[in-house]
């Protein structure tokens, strides 16, 4: 005769870890990885400087950059928002154009045989050898640094637009076209959601040329902003104020990047790859 044996007892599920403290546990995990990398790599720069005796006027070690960025960081911090508005006033003005032609030579086949080959045959012409025209035409002002920027964002932009915008299942065209939708309707119901994660693709490339712009006209002729201090730095043989010169610069376009996929991520949340990025930018 058997006896009843008492059934062990379930284990009792352990209860489901808060969603935010799991973000904030991977976000924290995702930061450590570049941060520990970065202290490894500043670790050896400063120690193959030291050990191999290199002058500091070829290359500071890190201790002396961030010397010079604590000594100059007032005078590096008026300097970068001169440039950051020429940076955020490029990218602004290559999107608001970039975006419309994008659609412009979707829209109608005859802008696009006029229209493109002018713009790919503008990207042959390095635009460092435009910009002492826009210096003569418009001064070191702001402007010329602006349209810099802009013409070396523009291009991305335009492209990534007309490809998204083209990208459509043409069973999906066909089913719109067979409820008689206009061609605006298409493009307002079909193409450009599904065109958006392209063009957010080409605003997020836009952005590092947008700060490659700036700098670039500020090259050329300026008497403020990073560029105008990496200038003068180099040729008073300030090496570490050189190095210092760049943490802010590419900062600004670091954060001018978040931006942008922070917009993608209000807009276009289902999009994979928005969610792909979101470690990254939280952190």
């Known amino acids: 005769m058997y ?12 209860p489901e870890e808060d969603a935010p403290a799991r973000g904030v546990r991977r976000r924290g995990v995702d930061f ?9 790599l500043i670790a050896a720069w400063e120690a193959a400087v030291v050990w191999l005796r290199v002058q500091p006027i070829v290359l500071p070690p890190p201790s002396a950059v961030v010397r010079s960025l604590l000594d100059d ?12 508005a020429e ?6 003005a290559s999107a608001l154009l970039g975006v419309p032609a994008g659609i412009l030579v979707v829209w109608s086949k005859t802008i696009e045989r006029t229209l493109m080959p ?16 826009f210096v003569i035409w418009f001064g070191i002002g702001l402007f010329p640094k602006v349209l810099v920027s ?11 637009t007309s490809v998204g915008l083209k990208a459509i299942d043409q069973d999906m065209l066909d089913l719109i076209r067979s409820m008689n939708a206009s061609k605006w309707q298409v493009f307002q119901k079909v193409r450009i959601p599904n065109s958006l994660p392209f063009i957010f693709s ?35 043989l300030e090496t570490p104020r050189l190095f210092a010169t760049l943490i802010p610069l590419s900062l600004i376009g670091v954060l001018l990047y978040a931006a942008v ?17 979101e470690r990254m930018v939280s952190m």
């Open 261 to 277: 996929v922070k917009l993608e991520k209000m807009l276009i949340p289902w999009d994979v790859a928005v969610r792909g990025e």
């Open 118 to 133: 002018i713009f790919v045959t503008s990207q042959t012409v390095p635009k460092i050898a435009i910009a002492p025209l």
């Open 202 to 236: 080409g605003l997020k490339i836009a952005t590092a040329f947008a700060t490659v712009g700036a700098v670039v006209g500020e090259f050329v002729g300026a008497d403020k902003g990073l560029g105008y201090v990496l200038i003068v730095s180099n040729s008073m």
């Open 150 to 160: 802009l013409l070396i964002a523009f291009f991305p932009i335009v492209i990534s």
């Open 3 to 14: 006896q009843d044996e008492k059934a062990p007892p379930l284990p009792m599920d352990e």
């Open 87 to 92: 940076v955020v006033l490029g990218f602004m």
């Open 32 to 40: 450590l990885y570049p941060v520990v990398f970065l202290l490894v």
């Open 73 to 84: 960081w007032s005078y590096l911090l008026w300097h970068a928002w001169i440039t950051g």
